[in-house]
């Protein structure tokens, strides 16, 4: 019986990488490393899972912004973006009190 290779998660997330550049089909990769075809699905949808988990953990919540009541000389633009995609964008001069209505 075969001895089953024990992958530490640096090797599994380099095959996938390796995998994913080389253009190749999954089944060829399979056959040139001679790891089973199922594996190889198996860490590349876990490595997506968590990679999708870790861009919704760092797009959720704001930014700390600090508003000031001095006035700001033109040109200026202030770039608001919400979840879900939704962006406002405010030019010129825009005093705090719009900005604290806005977000209210």
Known sequence: MEEVKEYSLEERLNHVS???NSG?????YSKQTGI?????RYWATIETKNARRQRKKMSAGFL???IST????????????????????LGGSVR????KELLS
């Open 18 to 20: 390796v995998w994913r």
């Open 24 to 28: 190749l089909l999954l089944a060829n």
């Open 36 to 40: 089973p075809i199922k594996t190889l």
């Open 64 to 66: 700390p912004v600090a």
């Open 70 to 89: 001095e006035p700001v000389e033109p040109p200026c633009q202030i770039i608001i973006e919400f979840p879900k995609g939704i962006r406002i964008t």
């Open 96 to 99: 705090a009190e719009f900005i």
